[in-house]
């Protein structure tokens, strides 16, 4: 087994922080730091919800239920009236004084009389802000490496709440407040981060420390690091919290909506703590898989399966290898974190070394089932049936594979598969056989005694899918004069489960992917191979038992055709699933009794791994798409997840091409159909999910626009266009991380204040070169930003251009 030590996460640690992907850019400096300033929301503290309005929708539903709030205002409209109230309020404060900050009752009084009870509302939200909110435990854990060093603490906030709100909610999360010495917000100082003002009253409260002394952590770009930088103070960008376009959690929500949005922060935290020792990018990219795809959906499979045994007083579980080397020592925490007492003892099995154990007699279904095995050849087939020395009989085909057998001549005119098929059901063959099939029962039936006690009590655990292993397992402790009385649980369970319970199997699967099951177990049994691939060891299926010198029964396992290099990415990827059981942990004990488990919702922690199997991203593809898959099951064959596949499958387009990958392993071997539409079309998926998402909206029109942006080499452009689709468009480039500093925007003049990390210029001065280029911008590059005036905007910026001997390049939207 996979062998991790179960880490207790827990914000007293003084070396967590250096686990933090940025956090650990401190290292090495922390004892040239005299003043510390944090960031509060989305840095010091994180919320067990999506995005900071929801917390709008829980005020709204405690509201209803204490009927302080309208009745026939949903929860969804009071947010929205909520985010429109706080921009009215921010709007009127800067006109009346000069700044927009607010206050809670400020924003309060914006909403519309009789619809609520306006104090009350108040108070509820702060109530909901502190039921949401936890302790980030890496930040944290600096906070009290510093203090231990006598370091000061400092916390600026850019936010409505006022600091005795502030200091209830940061109690209220477990933080001791005595390790604060002074806490700064916006709302009381008239003045945010952004401009550097609350900074700059920092310096005013500790006038002995120098600014380059002072390090201040956040998670905004132009409050967090601008602002600081205003007064030369030294930041670090905190960006476990803001999403951008290669997020996996971005592209779960374009598939899915919001995935897990209670566990979402932590999710991006646990991902964070990818500073390992001697961990590369590559693994990183693999940790963070294990921690966000991988981990969730095998902690919500342990969960599971500890429910089952609770439920029923069961002690003792089985996970099967290959895949126990993971999910035997999660198993084991799971237990640990449930405070349960369960013993996880491995089986090692597989289909082929329960194979000739479990056979009556050899005739021609079973047969005709070996000839049908994809890659096996000659040879293997006789060692399969345990009759190696019976090959010399064909020895000069023994390396050609059974399907090419099939179209090769022997001397007396048959093909060469029709004389093995005679061959074996000759009379002295048959009887060679049977006693190979005796042989492996007694060893595989003594094996189980051995190691288990009783053979006919086990109770298995397994990923899925169709129960072949549990089946084969009661027919030979049953033919061995055994009552089987086991128990099977699997993470998926096809249709055939449905078969074998009514034979008496007692097989339960956590998922279900045949007819009434869930769309996540569907595709996550179509497509198994590199779940199974990245929880294995370096070692293959079970092959077969032998008796060793002393009697004792010891299992064989195939051996792994694997380089380095993926044996490290899949314990990186290993290691990230187990470290996410810690953070798992963590937050059910920070928010003990509002958190559901994962087993409660088995649907919805299988939709990480859904996404990755049906819409990955096309680093996703290309990386599990490389993983080798050596299935075992009497052969060796070993073969990329995603095999090459010739052109002339693509000809036709990818939605043609995923239809064909419904055919048959012998026309199309499409392992994993999306994986592969995704390597020759990278966004095609994203872009069919974004569609429906929208609604057939404009969404696609701006990403294929930003995408042609991107792939011309440019990082900024200039945008131009007025309205809520510019500002639409300026946000999108922003989120796929293209530059726009500078809006034309022909109905707002230069006087008008920004709202964010740009400035309103006229085309006279672009054309003129009276701004400041970025780095990789085209001077006279303009973004469209118009679904209606496109002839007109370009042909306004032409007519601005003539005569100036520059030719303006324009990107604009296309169906």
Known sequence: MLEVPYTIISFTDLHLWKKDRFLSALIGDIDAVALLSLDIFDTLLFRTCASPSDVFVLVAEKAHRIGCLKASLSPAAFKEMRIRAENNARDRQSVLTGFGEVTLEIIYAEMPEGICIKDKMAQIEVEIEAEVCYVNPHVASLLAACKSKQIPIALLSDMYLSSEQLRWILASAGLDLSSVDTLLVSSEEHEGKSSGHLFARLKELYPQIESHAIVHIGDNIAADVEGASKEGIRSVHYNVVPEYFESLHHWEYVRHGHVLPEWKSLRKLAEASDMTVGMGELGRVFYNLGTSVIGPFLQALCEWVIDQCVDEGIRTVHPLMREAYLLAPMLENAARIRGIDLQIKPI????????????????????????????????????????????????????????????????????????????????????????????????????????????????????????????????????????????????????????????????????????????????????????????????????????????????????????????????ACQEGAMVFQSYYAYLLQQKEGRLQRASLQPV????????????????????????????????????????????????????????????????????????????????????????????????????????????????????????????????????????????????????AAPWGRFAYVTLEQVRDGGIEDETGTAPHTFLIATLSDMKEYKNHILRVYQGSGVTPIFYELRP
């Open 348 to 571: 090692y099995v597989s289909r082929q070394a329960t194979f000739l154990a479990g056979l009556e007699s050899f005739g021609d279904e079973e047969l005709a089932s070996l000839l049908g095995i994809h890659g096996l050849k000659l040879g293997e087939l006789f060692e399969v049936l345990d009759i190696s020395e019976e090959g010399v009989h064909f020895e000069a085909f023994l390396e050609e594979r059974i399907e090419n057998c099939k179209y090769i001549i022997g001397e007396n005119g048959s093909s060469i598969n029709d004389q093995v098929g005679a061959f074996l059901r000759s009379a002295s063959i048959q009887n060679k056989i049977l006693a190979s099939v005796q042989r492996h029962r007694q060893l595989f039936v003594s094996y189980l005694k051995q190691e288990f006690g009783s053979p006919e009590r086990l109770v298995t655990v397994d990923i899925g899918f169709h129960g072949t292993i549990q089946k084969s397992l009661e027919k030979i402790v049953s033919l061995a004069g055994h009552k089987p009385q086991m128990t099977h649980l699997l993470a998926v369970g096809a249709n055939r489960l449905d078969e074998l319970s009514m034979r008496g199997m007692d097989i339960r699967g956590m998922l279900r992917s045949g007819s009434g099951g869930s769309e996540e177990g569907k595709r996550i049994a179509r497509t198994p191979a590199f779940l199974e691939e990245l929880m294995m060891g370096d070692f293959g299926s079970t092959l077969r038992y032998a008796e060793g010198e002393l009697g004792q029964i010891r299992p064989f396992t195939a051996e792994l055709k694997r380089s380095d290099e993926e044996y490290a990415m899949k314990r």
């Open 604 to 751: 919805e922690w299988s939709k990480p791994l859904h996404r990755v199997l049906d819409m990955p991203r096309p680093e996703e593809a290309r990386l599990l798409g490389d993983l080798t898959h050596q299935d075992n099951f009497c052969t060796e064959y070993i073969a990329p997840i995603c095999e090459d596949v010739a052109e002339e499958w693509f000809v036709q387009g990818p939605e043609a091409f995923l239809n064909c990958c419904n055919y048959g392993p012998s026309i199309l071997n499409a392992n994993w159909p999306q994986g592969l539409v995704t390597r020759r079309f990278p966004y095609y998926l994203y872009k069919f999910y974004l569609r429906l998402q929208d609604g057939f909206g404009s969404q696609v029109m701006l990403f294929e626009t930003i995408q042609r942006v991107k792939e011309d080499g440019l990082v900024a452009i200039h945008l131009y266009g007025t309205g809520a689709f510019a500002e639409q468009a300026l946000k999108m480039a922003w989120f796929h991380g293209l530059q726009i500093r500078y809006w034309i925007d022909p109905l707002v003049g230069l006087d």
